[in-house]
């Protein structure tokens, strides 16, 4: 089936071998690929027998299909069911082509809570050209040729260079000139708004001018996308079908689909009750049955199920923020959240079963604390149920990638529960907790959090003796030791937003003492051998907060600097100052704080004679 075509594994895990030259069509493919790209499909729910029967007989749907070039915006409010009739498109166009026979099928779904390849416009690109590299290489020889002549002058893809939207997005529109020429194209892009608003709206052009500009051929052309309801997105009324005009059928099937296990004689009741005040949301839907389940188990009657059906809010923020309030456990529940919300990538269940255990208020001198404490849970199964009562089932595990391996990974149930929580559900957490705070300081205080767990994992003990060992940690060993090392200081800064107090972080450092500094990038240097961000020996604090503009962090350092007999221009392996490591990435703020002691040596030099204005020079930072 075409829905396949792009099967990652052949190329990604084929080995080549040494005696052969490898083939560039194949190594430029391997270049594109990336683990998760074809998984997101398979967290969506397919249709249920019964429902989207309507799609074929859509008088948008019909035009869409029968035109030469067309484009079809499913829309939808948050949870409306626009990721599943997009599936269902997606699969009738591969076994009923509205094309004919000769037809390439081209597919993406956006994943907001997953990778950063899975949201973006490059991950995009990268699968759309992947897919048509598999279906029909020699239109893509510029790209293949591209490829071949930067590694043969920059070097190793992913290593010395990158692939940049723009030049894929142009790769791709040059190659459907040719495709075009002998095969009619599908496109079928999901969840436009999960890469974000701007995003949406630029590829929603970019779509627009393809269809518009693409000239004449004999074969035709056609893009299928889903969104959510963005008014800046125009498109004319007679493109688009709107989910909550034409689901309240499909909700109904659902519903009884769902509640056909009842033993309550009038099921069709309840069901009715259900839908009648979904509003077209689906998400709402099974939220609800969910509790009517739950309910009829506990041996709940009629009367008792209908009442709660009316008291539910038919609003799905609203229904979020009534599970929120019934969490038992609100601390460790604001715990995982947190970590679910900003973790920069999706954790996997092992990875988030060490985080929870750690509270950086107090946090354990090592892994077998850890393993002692009562927040630890030592087996899956009772991990999954874990996430599910400490989320009251906003949040789920599903399987997706990790280096091409399949993992168990930890998300929420829909971009929805995200959104929520971001917007209000962690400063309904916070409040709950008995302290107020604006959403905006919700979430900073959430990375702030993150940032110390990070930093107390690091300190553990285990972690110093293997390192001191000199062996390279096995992941199952010390799974969360990447993300921590990797991570930490990504979420200081984002801490910093609203002007928290960076104290708490200094004490999980052990500052003034520099050893687990010292600690962290040995740990970095392991585990990042070929990143060119990897700190150097004889890096400090002080470097640290200046190259990434810690500015509250470092404030509160110079604030405690003469007292502790700090040396200001302290100097890792190259030579290089904090100054210097703030005027070259021009953090004119780091500057200034650090020109304000009156210590610094504006003319130090490193091991290349280079002092700190030589670096803004030549990055071009301006005083």
Not at 73 to 88: C, F, Q, V, Y
Not at 139 to 150: K, M, P, T
Not at 169 to 193: K, N, Q, T
Not at 435 to 457: D, E, G, K
Request: glycine residues 6%.
């Amino acid at each position: 089936m075409a829905y396949f075509i792009h099967s990652v594994a052949l190329i990604s895990r084929r080995g080549i071998p040494s005696s052969e030259k490898p083939d560039p069509l194949q190594e430029c493919q391997k270049s594109l690929a990336f683990p998760e790209m074809n998984s997101r499909p398979n967290d969506i729910d397919d249709a249920v027998d019964g429902t989207c029967d309507w799609l074929p007989l859509h008088a948008t749907y019909i035009n869409w299909a029968g035109s030469d070039r067309g484009l079809l915006w499913i829309k939808g409010k948050p949870g409306s069911g626009k990721s599943t009739l997009l599936k269902h498109v997606l699969r009738r166009v591969e076994t009923k082509p509205v094309m004919g026979d000769e037809s390439i099928i081209l597919s993406f779904f956006f994943h907001g809570r997953g990778s950063e390849l899975q949201k973006t416009p490059l991950g995009l690109f990268r699968s759309l050209l992947y897919q048509l590299l598999t279906r029909v290489p020699d239109s893509l020889s510029l790209l293949v040729d591209a490829f071949q002549h930067r590694c043969g002058t920059i070097g190793t893809v992913g290593n010395k260079w990158q692939w940049h939207t723009r030049e894929l997005r142009d790769f791709f529109e040059s190659s459907l000139l040719m495709v075009l020429e002998r095969w009619s194209v599908v496109l079928c892009v999901d969840a436009l708004d999960e890469c974000g608003e701007e995003n949406a709206v630029h590829l929603v052009e970019c779509f627009k001018l393809l269809i518009k500009k693409l000239p004449p051929t004999t074969s035709r052309f056609k893009i299928c996308f889903s969104c959510r309801h963005y008014p800046i997105l125009e498109l004319d009324y007679r493109s688009e079908i709107c989910m909550e005009d034409e689901n309240m059928r499909d909700i109904t099937v659902f519903v009884k689909t769902q509640l056909s296990t009842l033993r309550i004689s009038s099921a069709s009741t309840i069901a009715d009750a259900i839908t009648s005040r979904a509003l077209g949301v689906f998400m709402w839907a099974r939220l609800v049955v969910e509790r009517v389940l739950a309910l009829e188990r506990r041996g709940e009657g009629l009367k008792k199920i209908e009442a709660e059906i009316r008291r539910i809010p038919p609003e799905l923020d609203a229904l979020y923020d009534e599970l929120v309030r019934s969490m038992e456990d609100m601390a460790m529940s604001q715990r995982m959240i947190q970590w679910i919300c900003f973790s920069t990538k999706p954790l996997s269940t092992e990875e988030l079963r060490w985080a929870l255990s750690i509270d950086p208020d107090h946090p354990p001198k090592s892994l077998r604390q850890c393993q002692e404490s009562e927040d630890y849970t030592s087996d899956d199964e009772t991990m999954e149920r874990r996430i599910k009562t400490l989320s009251c089932g906003l949040a789920e595990t599903a399987w997706s990638f990790e280096q091409w391996n399949p993992i168990s990974i930890v998300q929420f149930i829909h971009q929805s529960v995200k959104d929520y929580f971001i917007e209000k559900g962690l400063s309904t957490l916070a409040a709950l907790r008995g302290s107020v705070v604006l959403s905006s300081l919700a979430v900073s205080r959430a990375h702030f959090s993150l940032s110390r767990a990070c930093i107390s994992y690091l300190a553990m003990e285990e972690i110093a003796w293997w390192i001191n060992d000199g062996q390279r940690h096995p992941s199952s060993v010390l799974p969360l030791m990447d993300y921590a090392a990797t991570s930490w200081v990504y979420h200081a800064k984002q801490g910093e937003a609203e002007g928290i107090c960076q104290e708490g972080l200094l004490q999980n450092i052990g500052w003034p003492s520099e050893d687990r500094v010292q600690l962290w990038v040995r740990i970095y240097r392991e585990v990042m051998r070929s990143s060119s961000d990897c700190p150097l020996e004889g890096t400090s604090l002080l470097h640290i907060v200046s190259r990434y503009k810690l500015t509250q962090l470092l404030s509160v350092i110079l604030q405690k600097a003469e007292k502790l007999a700090l040396d200001i221009n302290c100097r890792d392996n190259d030579g290089w100052t904090p100054l210097s490591r703030a005027a070259v990435e021009g953090h004119k703020a780091i500057v200034k704080l650090l020109l304000a002691t009156g210590k610094v040596d504006i003319d130090a030099s490193d091991k290349d004679g280079r002092t700190p204005l030589s670096h803004a020079a030549e990055h071009g930072h301006k005083a």
